[in-house]
């Protein structure tokens, strides 16, 4: 099984400032060219809600201040001006291989 | 817009079954451009995905839940369902169903996920 290691697990931010977050898995998600490593945020009291798949793509209505990095173990998930909707806890999921598998989850606050 | 919601009872007993149910609104369990996922978490933890279902009969699961677990499409009811045997204390979690959009050369990621249910084993 593939595992998936974030870092930091805690990320304290001020609104305005940028912020990163590291996901690195236990073997490459490159398949085809593509990364298979996609992005959630859970809002409190919310269910996850899709961010980034492939790696870099944005889902649908994601601002662009929000953007995904990385190729093969290491990916970066940025923002590049935290708002005070930013605010949750962020999960890598790795979707090259069943079973998937998260990562342990940043959470971010003010 | 696609929406889903989870039903099912929220309290199960020790070597029960749990079972739930996602009702799709706005879209039809028959594509076959999507998957039908359950991912779940326990209180306080992080996210485990449980497996998925194609409309077409492909399914995978999580090897650790070993053989308890049962995803099933129902399209004359376009819902998609969990069965999970034998349940004990660690099974206690919300339960979200999820929506995929992917095949074996394309990949969209779980764009759309239900509110999640919380299921809780105990006598």
């Known amino acids: 099984d593939i595992v998936m290691t974030q870092s930091p697990l805690s990320l304290p931010v001020t609104p305005g400032e940028p912020a990163s977050i590291s996901c690195r898995s236990s073997q490459s998600l490159q398949n085809n060219g593509y990364n298979y490593l996609d992005w959630f945020l859970q809002k409190p009291g919310q269910s996850p809600q899709l961010l980034i798949y492939l790696g870099s793509n944005r889902a649908s209505g994601v601002p662009d201040r929000i953007s995904g990095s990385g190729s093969g173990t290491d990916f970066t998930l940025r923002i590049s001006r935290v708002e005070a909707e930013d605010i949750g806890v962020y999960y890598c999921?790795?979707?090259?291989?069943?079973?998937?598998?998260f990562g342990q989850g940043t959470k971010l606050e003010i | 817009q696609v929406q889903l919601q989870e039903s099912g009872p929220g309290l199960v007993k020790p070597s029960g079954t749990l079972s739930l149910s996602c009702t799709v609104s706005g879209g039809s369990v028959s594509s076959g451009s999507y998957y039908w996922s359950w991912v779940r978490q326990p209180p306080g933890k992080g996210l485990e995905w449980v497996g998925y279902?194609?409309?077409?009969?492909?399914?995978s699961y999580n090897p650790s839940l070993k053989s308890r677990v049962t995803i099933s499409v129902h399209p004359s009811k376009n819902q998609f369902s969990l069965k999970l045997n034998s349940v004990t204390a660690a099974d206690t979690a919300v339960y979200y169903c999820?929506?995929?959009?992917?095949?074996?050369?394309?990949?969209?990621?779980?764009?759309?996920w239900g509110r999640g249910t919380t299921v809780i084993v105990s006598s």
């Open positions: 999820a929506r995929g959009h992917g095949g074996f050369y394309y990949h969209y990621g779980m764009d759309v």
């Open positions: 999921m790795q979707a090259l291989q069943t079973p998937y598998s």
């Open positions: 279902m194609y409309y077409s009969g492909r399914s």
